[in-house]
């Protein structure tokens, strides 16, 4: 990314505003002078002067319109209009309840369009309108990507509480449709959704957002092959040099190690620790790191991947919880991922290796990650337009899933104390080896979730 970009164009915009006042400055200067050597007392100079003042005051109105029309306004100044009413929608059935939020399959009235509706749960006693839910709104606005979630718009109900957002509808959301699959993705069809999320993920990041809650149930996938990132309820804008956050976002299994030890100067390498996460969950149909707790997720992590030390991850012992764990000082860093996944390529295990980096410095970058090798060896990404399409459950096509882990509630604006950061019980999970064949694959005809199903579209 370049760092020299910011969001507000600053040096770009400040340089034409300077420009510009100094212009105006020299014209005054010029029209006092001329004002005074013709004289104040002739009515005639004094009407000409003045229409002169105005006209071009006028022409320097209608500039500065063009200006902002053309894009070199200091900020985006959206259209300004009234929301439409959520009653131009048909209410099909109820998709899925959050903790942020109630989601619907719906049917624009005047187009026939399925849409997904997401009413934005607001506290009116305690918090009023979520600062979340304007982020939410505020990333989806400012993002277009073709595997990013399209907003459609925003619409209103009869309370001032109720406030939709309206989407693409997109038929599965990634956690509900691995939980149904007998067997993992095939590796070609690995590479295509994580090199989706990863453009995604770069495309965000160049828009200077950071989504803070990348997950299997937030990324949705339609019946084209096509990933769509969602739910940007945890996503804010962020600066160079990072400005203090919330340690506490990321739902626990794709949280960052520099999160669970309580930084509060982090970037876009969370999102990239995530995508490592959601890269293993892909080939094996498992979470990578599945802990019971902040203290067991950080055990786990440094059971898979070995302990970091002063030269692997310089610095990460001053972070405010690291005195909490207890790192053995004499224990050699060591990672088990390899063993992990005996069928992948080295290409496979670096990038891997690439995105679970402990210090985040070393991590490597959404466009980084889309250039490795691994997206260029054999088996190719699959083209989306060869997946498959699957009974969708949000188009009740088939049963509800089972719930999945819920983000954490600190950056919805809810007081999480940090006692709790790092104080629960330390639970054994079973945590057998998983290995990923590249032989298994969900499109088998394996009877349930058979290939070849196609949706019903009404
Ligand atoms: N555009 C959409 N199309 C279809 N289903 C969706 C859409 N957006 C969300 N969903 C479903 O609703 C679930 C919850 O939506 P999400 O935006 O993640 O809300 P929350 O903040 O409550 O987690 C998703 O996991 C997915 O199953
Ligand atoms: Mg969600």
């Known amino acids: 990314m370049d760092k020299k970009r910011h969001r507000w164009r600053d040096e770009e915009d400040d340089a034409l505003l300077a420009g510009r006042r100094k212009q105006e400055k020299e014209r005054k200067k010029k029209a006092k002078l001329e004002k005074?050597?013709?004289?104040?007392?002739?009515?005639?100079a004094t009407a000409s002067a003045n229409s002169g003042v105005t006209k071009s005051y006028l022409e320097e109105k209608v500039a500065e319109i063009d200006l902002t029309s053309s894009g070199l306004c200091r900020f985006k100044a959206p259209e300004v209009r009234s929301c439409r009413s959520v009653e131009n929608y048909e209410r099909l059935n109820h998709i899925e309840e959050g903790a942020y939020g109630v989601v619907f399959r719906g049917r624009d009235m005047s187009t026939g369009d399925i849409v997904a509706l997401k009413k934005l749960k607001v506290d009116k006693d305690q918090?009023?309108?979520?600062?979340?839910?304007l982020r939410e709104i505020e990333a989806l606005m400012a993002l277009d990507h073709p595997n990013i979630v399209n907003l459609k718009e925003?619409?209103?109900?009869?309370?001032?509480?109720?406030?939709?957002?309206?989407?693409?509808?997109?038929e599965h959301d990634l956690k509900s449709l691995m939980t149904e699959m007998r067997e993992p993705f095939l590796q070609s069809e690995v590479k295509t959704l994580l090199y989706q999320l990863l453009s995604a993920t770069a495309h965000m990041h160049d828009n200077w957002i950071i989504h803070r809650d990348l997950?299997?149930?937030?990324?949705?996938?339609?019946?084209?092959g096509m990933i769509k990132v969602a739910d940007f309820g945890l996503a804010r804008y962020f600066s160079d040099p990072a400005a203090p956050m919330?340690?506490?976002?990321?739902?626990?299994?794709?949280?960052?190690p520099e999160l669970l030890l309580g930084t509060k100067q982090y970037s876009t390498e969370v999102d990239m620790w995530s995508i490592g996460c959601i890269f293993g969950e892909l080939l094996t149909n498992k979470p990578l790191i599945e802990g019971s707790s902040e203290i067991n997720q950080i055990k786990k992590i440094f059971e898979l991947l070995g302990y970091p030390d002063d030269s692997s991850w310089p610095g990460f012992r001053s972070l405010p919880n690291a005195k909490s764990i207890n790192i053995p000082k004499d224990r050699q860093p060591k990672t088990s991922l390899r063993s992990k996944f005996p069928y992948m390529t080295s290409a496979g295990v670096d990038l891997l290796l690439r995105l679970l980096q402990f210090d985040p410095k070393k991590r490597i970058t959404a466009q980084e990650a889309l250039e490795h090798s691994y997206f260029?060896?054999?088996?190719?990404?699959?083209?989306?337009?060869?997946?498959?399409?699957?009974?969708?459950?949000?188009?009740?096509?088939?049963?509800?899933?089972?719930?999945?882990?819920?983000?954490?509630?600190?950056?919805?604006?809810?007081e999480v104390s940090d006692s709790k950061l790092l104080g629960f019980t330390d639970d054994e999970?079973?945590?057998k080896p998983i290995l990923a064949s590249p032989t298994s694959g969900l499109f088998k005809d394996n009877g349930q979730l058979g290939a070849g199903f196609q949706l019903r579209l009404g």
Not at 127 to 133: D, E, N, Q
Not at 215 to 224: D, P, R
């Open 36 to 44: 005074k050597g013709k004289g104040s007392n002739s009515e005639h």
């Open 127 to 133: 918090h009023g309108f979520p600062i979340t839910s």
């Open 154 to 170: 925003i619409v209103i109900g009869g309370a001032l509480d109720q406030i939709y957002i309206v989407m693409e509808f997109v």
């Open 215 to 224: 997950k299997t149930s937030n990324l949705l996938m339609n019946n084209k």
């Open 246 to 256: 919330t340690p506490l976002v990321v739902t626990l299994w794709y949280r960052a």
């Open 376 to 414: 260029k060896e054999d088996p190719m990404p699959k083209a989306p337009q060869a997946f498959p399409s699957f009974p969708s459950k949000a188009y009740e096509e088939r049963k509800r899933k089972a719930p999945s882990p819920r983000a954490p509630v600190a950056a919805h604006g809810f």
């Open 429 to 431: 999970d079973d945590d």
